[in-house]
């Protein structure tokens, strides 16, 4: 089973500056890897698949790089509403794995 | 645009069987390709993959819990569930149920989650 790793365990950003998330993985995903924001009490939102293409109606400002071992997810001016844990998850080896998840607080 | 909203008890007792229905609306879920899918999240860690069950009813779950965990489909109800037996106060944790469309990896859509505390 990969082991997900995720950096910093918690983030605080001032309103539009730029909030950076590490993912690391045990071995490599290719690019096999997607990111998610989860808020409590509601459905935790896809945002970026295959570790850089942003799924369908996620802001320009959320971005995803990476390949093999290490990713990041970069959003590049943050606003309130992105106060959250985001979460990535490999697909490259059944079964799909997590991080635990970077927290994101509003400086 | 589908939604996905889980059901059932928030309390469960040491050794009874954790029962959660997933409802599905805005598309039916016997068409098209996809795996209906159930996660859990105990607080402070990570989410963890439980299993699935395809529109066919196949089923797969992971290796972690396959003794303790059925995924079953209802396609007059539209809905999917989860049976977990045995449960103890490591079952506690927010249950999702989720969507992944066959040949992709990622989930698209998800449930809100429901709080299940397993206690006495």
């Known amino acids: 089973e990969i082991m997900m790793t995720q950096s910093p365990a918690t983030l605080s950003v001032s309103p539009g500056e730029r909030a950076t998330l590490s993912c690391r993985a045990s071995q490599s995903l290719s690019n096999n890897l997607a990111w998610y924001q989860l808020k409590r009490g509601q459905a935790p939102r896809l945002l970026i698949y295959g570790a850089s293409t942003r799924a369908t109606g996620i802001p320009a400002r959320f971005s995803g790089s990476g390949s093999g071992t290490e990713f990041t997810l970069t959003i590049s001016s943050l606003q309130s509403e992105d106060l959250a844990v985001y979460s990535c998850q490999q697909y490259e080896t059944w079964p799909p794995t997590f991080g635990q998840g970077t927290k994101v607080e509003i400086k | 645009q589908v939604q996905l909203q889980e059901s059932g008890p928030g309390l469960v007792k040491p050794s009874q069987t954790l029962s959660l229905t997933c409802t599905v609306s805005?598309?039916?879920?016997?068409?098209?390709?996809?795996?209906w899918s159930w996660l859990r999240q105990p607080a402070g860690k990570a989410l963890e993959y439980i299993g699935r069950?395809?529109?066919?009813?196949?089923?797969n779950s992971n290796p972690s819990l396959r003794s303790r965990v059925t995924v079953s489909i209802d396609t007059s109800k539209n809905h999917f569930s989860l049976k977990l037996t045995s449960v103890t106060a490591a079952d506690t944790a927010v249950y999702y149920c989720?969507?992944?469309?066959?040949?992709?990896?990622?989930?698209?859509?998800w449930g809100q989650g429901i709080l299940v505390t397993v206690s006495s």
């Open positions: 989720a969507r992944k469309v066959d040949g992709q990896g990622w989930f698209d859509s």
């Open positions: 069950v395809y529109t066919s009813g196949s089923t």
């Open positions: 805005g598309a039916s879920i016997s068409s098209g390709s996809y795996f």
